[in-house]
C-alpha cells in the first residue's frame, strides 16, 4: 500500500516554544490531508482537513491559531502546535488521500510531550 | 452528526474467530474502513468497503455490512496473538471526512 511518513515520531519539549510536525506522501500525490489527535485510549478526533494550496478547514473546537496547518505541495503537509502547553500534549496522526481515491493511509504517529 | 460506536473490549483464544462490531448512525458514508492500530503506533488499513456492498472478503479478514440495522462487523479467522490491537471503524462522509469508532481492544491469549 501507500505510504505515508511522519516526523518526527516523539518529541519533548517545553512549555511556550513551538513544534513543527511534517506529513509527507512518498508514493502518491495527496491532494487532501487530514490531521487527528488521539489521546490515551481514546478514538482519532479530527483536527482540520487541508487541501493543497489553499486553507485547511478546521473542525470545531480546534484553535486555527494554535494549530497551524500547511499544505504546500502535493506531498506535504505540516502542523505547527504554537506556543505549546501541557495540554497540547498528545499522540498527532496525519492521513492522505489520493485524488479520487477511496483509501486514506496514516502516519505513524508524533508523540508530543509538553514540559 | 456522524456518531460511530464500538465495544471497548474483546478477548479471544488464539485459533478462535473474533468478530468485532461497529453501529453507526448516519448511513450516509460511502465507504467504511477498519484500521488496526499497535501500541504507540499509527493506523494500519486492514480492509474497507463500499457502502452499497454486503459483504467482502480478504484472506482471514470478512466485512460484513447490514445497511438496515446501520452496523458494521469485521470477523477475523484463526485469530493469532499478532492480531492483538486496537481496531478502528471508520466512516467517510461527504467525500473527505472520516469519522472514527470508539475503538475495540482485541486481546488473544494462547
Known amino acids: 500500500g501507500a505510504v505515508v511518513s511522519q516526523h518526527p515520531s516523539r518529541v519533548i519539549c517545553k512549555s511556550g516554544t513551538s513544534v513543527k510536525i511534517e506529513c509527507r506522501s512518498l508514493?502518491?500525490?495527496?491532494?487532501?490531508m487530514f490531521w487527528y489527535r488521539q489521546f490515551p485510549k481514546q478514538s482519532l478526533m479530527l483536527m482540520a482537513t487541508s487541501n493543497e494550496g489553499s486553507k485547511a478547514t478546521y473542525e470545531q473546537g480546534v484553535e486555527k491559531d494554535k494549530f497551524l496547518i500547511n499544505h504546500a505541495s502535493l506531498t506535504l503537509s505540516t502542523l505547527t502546535v504554537t506556543s505549546a502547553h501541557p495540554e497540547d500534549s498528545s499522540f498527532y496522526i496525519c492521513?492522505?488521500?489520493?485524488?479520487?481515491?477511496?483509501?486514506?493511509?496514516f502516519g505513524s504517529g508524533t508523540q508530543l510531550s509538553v514540559l | 452528526g456522524e456518531d460511530v460506536e464500538q465495544s471497548l473490549f474483546l478477548s479471544v483464544r488464539e485459533g478462535d474467530s473474533s468478530v468485532i462490531n461497529c453501529t453507526y448512525t448516519?448511513?450516509?458514508?460511502?465507504?467504511l474502513y477498519w484500521y488496526k492500530q499497535e501500541p504507540g503506533a499509527g493506523l494500519q488499513l486492514l480492509t474497507y468497503i463500499f457502502s452499497n456492498m454486503d459483504m467482502k472478503q480478504d484472506q482471514r479478514l470478512t466485512v460484513l455490512l447490514n445497511k438496515k440495522d446501520k452496523h458494521l462487523s469485521l470477523r477475523i479467522a484463526d485469530t493469532q496473538t499478532g492480531d492483538s490491537a486496537i481496531y478502528f471503524c471508520?466512516?467517510?462522509?461527504?467525500?473527505?471526512?472520516?469519522?472514527f469508532g470508539t475503538g475495540t481492544r482485541l486481546q488473544v491469549f494462547p
Open positions: 448516519d448511513s450516509s458514508s460511502t465507504y
Open positions: 471508520a466512516g467517510l462522509y461527504n467525500t473527505d471526512k472520516l469519522i
Open positions: 508514493d502518491f500525490q495527496a491532494t487532501t
Open positions: 492521513s492522505a488521500r489520493q485524488a479520487g481515491g477511496e483509501k486514506l493511509f
